[in-house]
């Protein structure tokens, strides 16, 4: 007995479907991978590349120091910013403290489990800058900072070891 067309259909366009609502649940619920996770891939080589720090542009190691790392730029400069790596975990992004200071060229993940952040100096004025590591631990978690100090393009800029 040949059932009606109409019917075949019906179960075909349901088992589809359920289908379909099947693997995007899959790929929604799936936990993301983190940034830089597992050994590099030519995707994040090339991403790496694309965030690399050019000779001459201002550099600012982050420490977890009471005495903090400081640099001073005019507006308009680089600052490449780096989070050093931790024994466990993976840097977090790095925080700027005062919006409208730096704007982010690019971050990126490094295979030693650091971070590697390149920011335009937008307007004078200071900032100190933060990260720590993920996921956090509840015996201890580092906090490294550093401060930038920007001036106007007209006025002369030069690094500052010492922390005001």
């Known amino acids: 007995m040949q059932r009606p067309i109409c019917v075949m259909t019906m179960r075909m366009l349901t088992g589809v479907t359920a289908s379909v609502i099947a693997g995007c649940a899959v790929v929604a619920c799936s936990p993301h991978t983190p940034v830089g996770a597992g050994r590099p891939t030519p995707s994040t080589q090339r991403a790496n590349m694309r965030c690399a720090a050019h000779p001459g542009w201002s550099r600012l190691t982050l420490n977890d120091r009471s005495r903090l790392p400081v640099v001073?730029?005019?507006a308009g400069s680089?600052?490449?910013?780096?989070?050093?790596?931790?024994?466990?975990?993976?840097?977090?992004?790095v925080h700027v403290a005062r919006s409208g200071l730096l704007?982010?060229?690019?971050?990126?993940?490094?295979?030693?489990?650091?971070?590697?952040?390149?920011?335009?100096?937008?307007?004078p004025g200071a900032s100190y800058l933060g990260a720590t590591v993920r996921p956090p631990s509840n015996l201890m978690m580092p906090a490294w900072g550093g401060k930038v100090i920007v001036h106007a393009a007209n006025q002369p800029a030069g690094n500052d070891a010492s922390a005001s």
């Open 72 to 74: 001073t730029v005019k």
């Open 78 to 93: 680089f600052v490449v910013v780096v989070v050093p790596p931790w024994s466990w975990g993976r840097a977090t992004q």
């Open 103 to 123: 704007r982010e060229v690019c971050s990126v993940q490094l295979s030693n489990h650091g971070r590697r952040s390149i920011y335009v100096a937008r307007a």
